[in-house]
T-cell receptor, first 113, second 113 residues
Framework: RKEVEQDPGPFNVPEGATVAFNCTYS??????FFWYRQDCRKEPKLLMS???SGNEDGRFTAQLNRASQYISLLIRDSKLSDSATYLC??????????????FGPGTSLSVIP | DVKVTQSSRYLVKRTGEKVFLECVQD?????MFWYRQDPGLGLRLIYF???????EKGDIPEGYSVSREKKERFSLILESASTNQTSMYLC????????????FGDGTRLSIL
């Protein structure tokens, strides 16, 4: 099993739709979680951190389910500008001299007019 | 805002050349990272550094070396460039590996001919 897995998509949704992505992780000792977005041929940019209690930023809601070892990202009222690849990131104890940072492979979202 | 600056957006080099990619961050971050990103393979960690003059191998260090002589600067070196090193290279920095997000530079699109 890969350490961090995401459905690659693509998710094609109409404007105004609600869309949700999940990301599963294998290391139960993982401590920190983030969502990034990456536009085509650009660098990843931090979208939001994911807290145990869940957090919301405008149209975006992130949640963590430690028992099932997944994080989710919900986008409400999708805009054309939301079209991008969404990467989940998991930081956790790697069992070596450093904490390991793992990027998921990304989920592609296309919002259609 | 965190600023991570990579020296070149686009670079074309020849097989066998020694190539230097430079990265500078302005937030006094302890940790700096070099990734490469290829279609279908996601982000792969080449090397990272958690302090000046310290370095750790990532997942794909072969054919690369790094240098961190000053806290703000992290250099990636391709000792003898090969065509399979044609890729997008991304530098990132973070305050803490375990619970702080990474911030990325714009990326360098490197072509080895």
């Amino acid at each position: 099993r890969k350490e961090v897995e995401q459905d690659p998509g693509p998710f094609n949704v109409p404007e105004g739709a609600t869309v949700a992505f999940n990301c599963t992780y294998s290391n139960s000792a993982s401590q920190s979680f983030f969502w990034y977005r990456q536009d085509c041929r650009k660098e990843p940019k931090l979208l939001m951190s994911v807290y145990s209690s869940g957090n919301e930023d405008g149209r975006f809601t992130a949640q963590l389910n430690r028992a099932s070892q997944y994080i989710s990202l919900l986008i409400r009222d999708s805009k054309l500008s939301d079209s991008a690849t969404y990467l989940c990131v998991v930081n956790g104890r790697g069992g070596t001299s450093y904490d390991k940072v793992i990027f998921g492979p990304g989920t592609s979202l296309s919002v259609i007019p | 805002d965190v600023k991570v600056t990579q020296s070149s957006r686009y670079l074309v080099k020849r097989t066998g050349e020694k190539v230097f990619l430079e990265c500078v961050q302005d937030m006094d971050h302890e940790n700096m990272f070099w990734y490469r990103q290829d279609p279908g393979l996601g982000l792969r960690l080449i090397y990272f550094s958690y302090d000046v003059k310290m370095k750790e191998k990532g997942d794909i260090p072969e054919g690369y070396s790094v240098s961190r002589e000053k806290k703000e600067r992290f250099s990636l070196i391709l000792e003898s460039a090969s065509t399979n090193q044609t890729s997008m290279y991304l530098c990132a920095s973070s305050y803490s590996v375990s619970n702080q997000p990474q911030h990325f530079g714009d990326g360098t699109r490197l072509s080895i001919l």
